[in-house]
């Protein structure tokens, strides 16, 4: 049995718990400097408030301050801050851990550079600890997998992803159930991209919905310019995979999944319709006020990268007419309007 | 303006006739021999008895007999059989067929030979019309598009694929609107075997759906099982996309995006939805009296020529253990259990 310790306590992470106490660890989720009412309401009643079932018996609760005491004897670290909690994570908490305690991130997402590379959460944090001179092993998941069906017990299958096998190999030893399915692989940035690249497309494939609603008035049937979207956007994820050094089918396939989950799984899928319907991504955010878009600050980023590398001559813009569009209706409030001539290529 | 020739008022094939006849072209629908209701009800109602919409004004009707007719002044014909009447439309069709009359397929699917090759129906036409010496363009379409939702004229995006560029880009001109939305190819193999290796794969999504319902009694929140059977999917078939010699991201995404819409519309689904629940094959087709089944036959086509191959050592059957699976469920009676630790490789 192995000691667990989660810091973070959005959903994600929370939903960890599940499994990680369920094989008998022990476990303890300690919230962010954010989470406090969310530890509280733990504590009190042993559910996450944004969950229906109950926490495993015997999983620990604890606070920011008291994740001194909380790392005491762990096996490894579970990151389940969100993307907007990546900088905290590397500031406030990676020069408190030990030196060779793994890390095996949940967070999502990559950070462009000033040059236009697209960096993964564990490259930006891996600098830190070289800084620091440590070598904590960082390790990551990615792959289908939303929080609230872990919870219910679905099956899922997500890929731990890192450089250091045996520590790999332990979290899945530690985490693995009949019904969390665990791959592993070696390629950090393969795996990291392909499941950050993905926030985008899945916003494109919901536009469609929003856009046959206006249209048509239902969305039963229309499943035809779903796929189209779906098509391109896997297109424009593997030429993304290839800019990032990382297109194998394996990294492409995880995207995939992680990008048919995520057109059914919520929040993205809600700004989409809206957009789709014909509101601006301004009056959308409106109507979506305090949920948190996470996954659209990911598609600004990787389209502001894109942008600049085209600019610099490096890759051809006409093969991410989608990436495209979707970024001048977040950042430009352009109007949804499917650019389907740029799929065929007779545009 | 065109006049075109569909053979076969099945849905697809009479689908066609929606942008075939708005673009101004004289479109005549001849059914086959076993159309002979349909094509009565389509003259008498100008309405396809399965579609909501009525025919565009002026479409033709004629039943086989009609045939030589109908082909009088054609410029090209569309081959709206389904994977039963493959045979009849070589046998008794291509021969009728104007030496050089381009053909545009619509029915997907691949045959098994006894050596343990999957031919495409091009493939099989062209042998036929070799031993006519007969030269006709074989062209076919691959891609999401089901039926109803083109009639409804939601966006659809299709490739149409041949080695003959010309004929291609006249089937283009007369078929493309502005809403059905048309790229070429003249890799006929990977995209026609593409888009029938996802049949299968279909069933398998669909068969998570049933066991989530019946292990949860509700399928609403249950993404991330059909997503890691998406994810399996896209392995296999790229896999047997290399198999075909036929493996671009091209082929595979055409491939990826039917497999999407299959997931979503009807007729597999229907079925795999009831295997999930538990019902055996036998007890799923007998619900489903009179629903024609195309793409099961399709899977099991496929399942055998892999184990044939994999009996003389060509390929590693653990590559395929979903689809091996399936044809477990479909010809050995078998019941639906997701074969997840042979997807994780630690089985």
């Known amino acids: 049995m192995k000691t667990i310790v989660i810091i973070g306590a959005g959903m994600m992470g929370s939903a960890l718990a599940f499994p990680a106490r369920e094989n008998g660890n022990t476990v303890r989720l300690v919230g962010t400097h954010l989470d406090g009412e969310i530890i509280a309401f733990c504590k009190k009643n042993g559910r996450h408030p944004k969950f229906r079932q109950d926490f495993p018996q015997g999983v620990e609760f604890a606070t920011v301050d008291g994740l001194r005491d909380a790392l005491d004897g762990a096996d490894f670290v579970i990151c389940g801050v969100s993307s907007f909690g990546v900088e905290w994570f590397r500031d406030a908490i990676l020069p408190l851990l030990p030196d060779g305690l793994p890390v095996l991130s949940v967070t999502k997402g990559l950070q462009d550079t000033p040059d236009g590379r697209l960096l993964t959460y564990p490259e930006i944090w891996r600098e830190r600890l070289d800084a620091l001179r440590k070598t904590n092993p960082l390790c990551a998941i990615g792959g289908p997998c939303t929080s609230y069906e872990l919870t219910a017990h679905d099956h899922s299958w997500v890929t731990f992803c890192g450089k250091d096998r045996a520590a790999l190999e332990r979290m899945r030893e530690a985490l693995g159930t009949d019904y969390y399915h665990i791959s592993l692989s070696d390629d950090v940035t393969g795996i990291e991209s392909a499941v950050a690249l993905k926030n985008g497309y899945a916003l494109g494939v919901a536009l469609t919905v929003g856009l046959c609603r206006r249209f048509f008035g239902n969305e039963e049937l229309h499943y035809n310019s779903q796929a189209a979207v779906f098509t391109q956007a896997v297109r424009e994820m593997q030429r993304l995979l290839e800019i990032q050094g990382a297109c194998t089918l394996e990294n492409l396939s995880v995207g995939i999944g992680d990008l048919y989950v995520t057109v059914y799984g919520g929040r993205t899928r809600l700004v989409g319709v809206l957009l789709g319907e014909g509101l601006s991504i301004g009056e959308a955010k409106e109507k979506l006020q ?43 409030n352009k109007p949804a309007r499917i650019p389907w001539d740029e799929f065929t290529d007779i545009g």
Do not use: M, N, Q, Y
């Not at 990911?298 to 569009?325: K, N, Q, S, W």
């Open 290 to 332: 305090g949920v948190t878009l996470e996954s659209l600050v990911v598609a600004e980023r990787v389209a502001r990268a894109v942008r600049l590398r085209a600019g610099r001559g490096e890759l051809d813009p006409a093969d991410f007419p989608l990436l495209l569009h979707i970024d001048d209706i977040l950042t430009k």
